[in-house]
């Protein structure tokens, strides 16, 4: 049987929530024998759920902090939202791991406020698998801190290192700067310092990566502050949302074409499905004393059950306890 | 008849220079009565393909640009080099415009530095028309400031509004500045002063935009610094070029699929062709005193002949003049 892992699970995160959060959680419960979850929101919801379900308890929440509200503000004003209690479950011992996929910045603000950092660490940073038709490559930061010093950078790289290693297997993770050109000289001022600094100070370090070297798979990990980072996961996201959309367009355009369509069908499932976000589950704030696991607020059952489990791997590796010893100390 | 037009082309730019470069000259010279072209570049490349041929002359130049080459250093140092050469034409007045599909950075910083800028305006801005399935958008700036203050965008906004008006015919383009949410406290320290200043002085912003927003065309102009807009920009060429070469492994599965695609062909020779960057040509630096184009390293002849179109129609509509009507001045 594997480890025991307690784990909090957010049962209004997403955009389908409390319904396939609820289904998300039987699967990885039904997976994974050593899995213990407390299930947090309104009482109504959670209590029917968890009554009489093995490995399951439920802790009623009485707030809701949606979407459009300010994170941080939020956080601290809605105590007994599911989030923040959910963190605090964490904080206090009873789950080692948090698991929502819910508004992503109330659950950055919410993880590092409550939760902590792991000593030595500046930032705690969102990762994230760009799953690629190639294979899997990591991105990190992607939103959680919009101002970075290139220091930050040099924590990111490192931190992604050890996901990468412990949650992909991947032995040797290459690391590279997104920017603007492949020579040393290129980019804004702040890639030029980050360059010189992961050179000088991170033994995996491979060089300057260009947006197109991330879906084409040329490097493992593409670091970089949360702005750029964001957008380039965003961007790639929409162009395959647009290609994919025009394709469709294509194939219902007559009989023929239907015809063609069908001929592929089973190739093009393949490779939405190696592109498909909701494989991964989520995407780890990296750096917090604990596990913190967001998932899309699209995010299907499915989606939400491989959330859960990478949580619950988090945890079983002591992610935390790896990344206090592999981040630089300032 | 149309307006006489003289411009200056770089024999030398791109991938497949001088070959394509020449080809695309002559075909632009068939297809524009008024325009006369001076092709820079080597003695013995461009004075036999000038020799008695109609509206067109040579500027024999003894220096070349590498793609590898630092290039305001190149820039300083080779003052005989075909792009160094065809900037000064404009300068001095020989020609209107100059056209290249040579390094995007020496272009830069040699139009900046031989013909200067429009009064008034604190940086030109490298400008591309990004061809989304849905319709064409522009992105600006793409490259040419990799670190800006907040006052560029504004003056990048005003003078990509111009540019889609005369250029792209487009009657009342909405902007958007690129950012990681959609509210306005979104964003980094940067975007948010620059969202402020945007919303205060631009009657026709729209808002922020986020990546996915760009291929989908859902505003028409994305402004951004050149480090964001650089990385959005390669980031969707190298996702549809992923996501295109992995369709392409499905066409070739087996003699099912290559018929499945044979029948999809026609529809997607169309999308292919609506997304090629090649329609359009080229990126102007936006902002210098006369006009500079720069091309696509792997542009094809009939890239280069649409670059030095877009070039001709820059300088008949006397953008330079527009643009130094359209900025705010400090």
């Known amino acids: 049987m594997p480890d025991k892992v307690i784990l909090a699970v957010d049962a209004l995160g997403g955009d389908h929530a409390p319904a396939v959060v609820l289904e998300g959680v039987a699967a990885a419960l039904a997976e994974d024998e050593g899995l213990e979850l407390i299930v947090c929101g309104p009482a109504d919801i959670v209590e029917p759920f968890a009554a009489g379900r093995a490995r399951c308890s439920a802790r009623p929440t009485t707030e809701f902090i949606d979407m459009g509200e300010h994170p941080a503000e939020a956080v601290r004003r809605k105590k007994d939202s599911s989030i923040v209690v959910g963190c605090r479950l964490v904080k206090e011992g009873a789950a080692a791991g948090f698991y929502s996929a819910g508004s992503t910045g109330a659950c950055l603000a919410a993880a590092t406020l409550v939760m902590g950092r792991v000593k030595g660490l500046a930032r705690p940073a969102l990762t994230t698998v760009i799953p690629s038709p190639v294979r899997p490559v990591v991105m990190c930061d992607v939103g959680a801190n ?15 290192t050890v996901y990468m290693r412990e949650i992909l297997h991947v032995e040797d993770p290459r690391v590279a700067l997104v920017n603007i050109g492949e020579e040393e000289t290129k980019g804004s001022a702040f890639a030029q310092e980050a360059f010189a600094l992961l050179k000088a100070q991170l033994p995996n370090f491979a060089g300057n990566a260009e947006g197109g070297d991330i879906l084409a798979a040329n490097f493992d990990i593409f670091v970089t502050d949360g702005f750029t980072g964001n957008v380039c996961l965003k961007t790639i996201e929409g162009t395959s949302k647009t290609l994919f959309k025009a394709l469709k367009e294509i194939f219902y355009t007559n009989a023929k074409t239907k015809l063609g369509a069908l001929a592929i069908k089973g190739g ?3 490779l939405m499905e190696r592109i498909n976000p909701d494989t991964y589950g989520g995407a780890p704030l990296l750096g917090v004393k604990g596990a913190c696991i967001v998932g899309h607020g699209s995010s299907s059952a499915t989606a939400i059950k491989n959330g859960i489990h990478t949580t619950a791997e988090v945890v ?4 935390s306890g790896l990344l206090e010893k592999a981040v630089s100390k300032p």
Chains 1, 2 share one sequence.
């Open 146 to 160: 919009a101002d970075c010093k290139p220091e930050y950078l040099l924590q990111f790289a490192q931190m992604a």
């Open 268 to 270: 093009l499932t393949g």
């Open 316 to 319: 079983r590796r002591d992610l």
